[in-house]
């Protein structure tokens, strides 16, 4: 896998979070302030906003998962142990993204046709909150990434981690402060565009670097017969 490919699929990282940004905005967007209820908004959209923002969670993730595996690519030399557990816990992440995501459709037909306080919304919203929750516990794979990328082993600046989505996801609190009408779109998507800059960042700053691995060079070592202790001796 050489650098221009695995660029590409960073760049698929992109792409997959502006459709989901824009399966959000299909939910509940509007221009305004971010003080009122994306339930309510939910209950009076048109109905094809609501099958196309359904529509948009697989295909979404379908890039998504794409971007993860660039994310392996870029440190499975140097830390290939490290990288299958990252590996392992973005998958699932982005595959309880796809219900998550998902769930927005039948929500807002629950809402539009049997009000917000009926039995069916209550129980899709509990299904959103369970996947939500099982979500957070999955955060392990961006923390695997955030140790590897200031070990310097995933072929980015050490700068990066600052744009990593676990890091900035507390500024969509701050985006309460950004006069409308931008101040709910950005609330409501501000997952979408922090995951979307990340990506696009590790896209143009990823340089394919000789990167060391412990692996590799006890292998070396053996082929050679020539441990890398004695040659620093030496």
Known sequence: MNSRKIRLLLW??????????????LYYGEWGSGHYSNKETMAHVALWRLHLGSLTAPVGMGFALLAVLGLWYCCRRAAPRLAAVMLASLYAFCFLGVLEHGVFGPLGFALRYCGQTSDAVTQIIKLFSITEHAM????????????????????????????????????????????????????????????????A???LTYKDQDIGSQVAEMAESELTGSPKSSEKGA
Do not use: E
């Not at 698929?12 to 905005?25: E, K, N, P, R, T």
């Open 136 to 199: 957070d516990l999955l955060f392990v794979g961006f923390l695997v990434w955030i140790f590897l990328t200031l070990r310097k082993k995933c072929g980015v600046p050490r700068w990066t981690v600052f744009l990593c989505p676990l890091v900035t996801i507390w500024l969509q609190g701050v985006m309460v402060y950004v006069p409308g009408p931008l101040c709910h779109p950005l609330m409501g998507g501000w997952n979408n565009i922090a995951f979307t800059v990340w990506y």
């Open 201 to 203: 960042v590790l896209a």
């Open 12 to 25: 698929s990282g992109c792409l997959a979070h502006v459709i989901l940004f824009a399966g959000d905005m």
